[in-house]
């Protein structure tokens, strides 16, 4: 049992690092192009913190895991909405981007509404829904590219032309990273390729990459064979354990963003990752392997997942998103409520 543990923490610890340097790599790149932050979260950071949660659910769903894989994706909307964009909003309350968060949320909302459907009428995913939800996330990916080619025409650039000498004047500090080793090898790195290059951007982009498709397995492996030891359903594991373990990347991001002062990073790429938990996440799953809505936990004698789960992921985002788009702004308690929320959500799996 001290093995399984231990693996399962070490796939923690890799997604952690693994999300914090592929944002830093994919984010480095976004910035060059000068988009809106919450439009970055809501792409390529997104993709990026929700390489996970795909990893997982494609995995399980391919083991023949379908609970995890179900209740991995639906546990993520929930953690992320109730616990990490709850912690950011309520530290860090303050105005967002109404324009950019039309088209992630307007996406989210139809492909759960989609999701909804599925489960509550047919009671289980066929591969026709699975490759109907990874279409959406091309549609997604599309329509994102337009606004960002838009934007990006339409904002002005302050980088200095290929032409143009690099003066004192011009030329921005650059700062150190830091590590506690010094000497170690990512230390000695910094002093040949520059923080902000897009050589370092592309390696923290497939360093963080390699760590989250580890982390990812061992997670998912260890996860497993915990819950049989402990005797615990499948769907709680996923709901709780493995949601949590995979929205790390998401907190991380959340930390960062509010020490760097970027809440809006963090708030665009919480909304993105909701959305591709569903349109990719289990879009990817169904496609591997088509599975049935998980029985094992019964609430009013149907599938607790369609008495609590599915309806409380869209709630929270509603909660979350009405705020936003009407006023412009997010209140600190909207945080609180969604905190509440989550706690209250924990405690009930475990009762059940």
């Given at each position: 049992?001290?093995?399984?543990i231990?693996?399962?923490?070490?796939g923690?610890?890799l997604?952690?690092?693994?999300?914090?340097w592929?944002?830093?790599?994919?984010?480095?790149?976004?910035?060059?192009?000068?988009?809106?932050?919450?439009?970055i979260?809501?792409?390529i950071?997104?993709?990026?913190?929700?390489l996970?949660?795909?990893?997982?659910s494609a995995?399980?769903?391919?083991?023949?895991?379908?609970?995890?894989a179900?209740?991995?994706?639906?546990?993520?909307?929930?953690?992320?909405t109730?616990?990490?964009?709850a912690?950011?909003?309520a530290?860090?309350p303050?105005?967002t981007?109404r324009?950019?968060?039309?088209v992630p949320?307007?996406?989210?909302?139809?492909?759960e509404?989609?999701?909804m459907v599925i489960?509550y009428?047919?009671?289980?995913?066929?591969?026709?829904?699975?490759?109907?939800?990874?279409l959406?996330f091309v549609?997604?990916t599309?329509?994102?590219i337009?606004?960002?080619?838009?934007?990006?025409?339409?904002?002005?650039?302050?980088i200095p032309?290929?032409d143009e000498?690099?003066?004192?004047?011009n030329?921005?500090p650059?700062k150190?990273?830091?590590f506690k080793?010094?000497?170690?090898?990512f230390?000695?790195?910094?002093y040949?390729v520059?923080?902000?290059?897009?050589f370092?951007?592309?390696?923290?982009l497939v360093?963080?990459a390699a760590?989250?498709a580890?982390?990812?397995?061992?997670l998912?492996?260890?996860g497993?064979?915990?819950?049989e030891?402990?005797?615990?359903?499948?769907?709680?594991?996923a709901?709780?354990?493995?949601?949590?373990?995979?929205?790390?990347?998401?907190?991380?991001t959340?930390?960062s963003?509010?020490i760097?002062?970027?809440?809006n990073?963090s708030?665009g790429n919480?909304?993105?990752?909701?959305?591709f938990n569903?349109?990719l996440v289990?879009?990817?799953?169904?496609?591997?392997?088509?599975?049935?809505?998980?029985?094992t936990?019964?609430?009013f004698?149907m599938p607790s997942?369609?008495?609590l789960?599915?309806p409380l992921?869209?709630a929270?985002m509603v909660?979350?998103a009405?705020?936003a788009?009407i006023k412009?702004?997010l209140y600190?308690?909207?945080?609180?409520?969604?905190l509440?929320?989550?706690?209250?959500?924990?405690?009930?799996?475990?009762i059940?």
């Open positions: 049992m001290a093995v399984p231990l693996l399962f923490i070490l923690f610890l997604l952690i690092k693994g999300g914090d592929f944002v830093d790599g994919a984010s480095g790149l976004a910035r060059r192009f000068h988009l809106p932050e919450i439009l979260g809501a792409t950071v997104s993709i990026g913190t929700t996970p949660e795909i990893m997982v995995t399980s769903a391919f083991e023949g895991h379908g609970q995890i179900y209740g991995n994706a639906i546990g993520s909307i929930i953690c992320n109730t616990l990490i964009a912690v950011t909003i530290i860090k303050g105005k981007d324009r950019s968060l039309i949320l307007s996406f989210f909302f139809v492909a509404t989609f999701y489960a009428t047919q009671k289980t995913f066929k591969r026709w829904a699975g490759i109907s939800f990874i959406i549609a997604y599309v329509v994102s337009l606004t960002v080619r838009k934007t990006s025409e339409g904002s002005e650039t302050e032309e290929p000498e690099i003066t004192e004047e030329e921005k650059k150190r990273i830091k080793n010094e000497n170690g090898f230390a000695k790195v910094y040949f520059k923080r902000d290059s897009l370092m951007e592309l390696i923290l360093i963080g760590f989250i580890v982390g990812a397995r061992l998912v492996d260890n497993t064979i915990i819950a030891k402990m005797g615990v359903p499948e769907t709680v594991i709901l709780t354990f493995v949601a949590l373990g995979t929205s790390l990347p998401e907190l991380v959340a930390i963003s509010l760097k002062g970027h809440s990073l708030l919480i909304i993105g990752a909701n959305l569903i349109v289990c879009g990817v799953a169904i496609t591997v392997n088509p599975f049935d809505i998980p029985q936990t019964m609430l004698n997942s369609l008495v789960d599915l992921s869209l929270v909660i979350l009405v705020p788009l412009g702004k600190r308690a909207q945080g609180i409520a969604l509440a929320i989550y706690a209250g959500f924990c405690a009930l799996q475990f059940m």
